[in-house]
């Protein structure tokens, strides 16, 4: 498994921006499809976006369509969540996730991940 640390979480104003970065170890991260989930307080775990090993793609829950965007740069081992536009509903903690193998797009969503990280908080103020 590969072992992941979440960093970029803050605290904002809503409408403001923030980037969540997801660092991994070992030399296949390539290898790895990573998806961001979140939970609020007193919530459950949600799918926030996913994407392929080869960043060729990327699947997004309904709530975050048009404001955030998962990237990945597999020669830094990084992936990305840059989340504008946020809303206070966006509060939350952050995690990325990873599970090794080639995915379509449908599949991110349903995708059970066996590698967490530890999360970052995202605060997002009225």
């Known amino acids: 498994q590969v072992q992941l640390a979440e960093s970029g979480g803050g605290l904002v104003q809503a409408g403001g921006s923030l980037r969540l970065s997801c660092a991994a170890s070992?030399?296949?991260?390539?290898?790895?499809?990573v998806g961001w989930f979140r939970q609020a307080p007193g919530k459950g775990r949600e799918f926030v976006a996913a994407i392929t090993r080869t960043g060729g793609s990327t699947y997004y829950t309904d709530s975050v369509k048009g404001r955030f965007t998962v990237s990945r740069d597999n020669a830094l081992n990084t992936v990305y969540l840059q989340m504008n536009s946020l809303k206070p509903e966006d509060t939350a903690v952050y995690y990325c996730?990873?599970?090794?193998?080639?995915?379509?797009?449908?599949?991110?969503?349903?995708?059970?991940?066996?590698?967490w990280g530890q999360g970052t908080q995202v605060t997002v103020s009225s």
């Open positions: 996730a990873a599970k090794m193998g080639i995915y379509s797009a449908a599949q991110l969503l349903h995708l059970n991940f066996d590698s």
């Open positions: 070992g030399r296949t991260f390539s290898t790895y499809a």
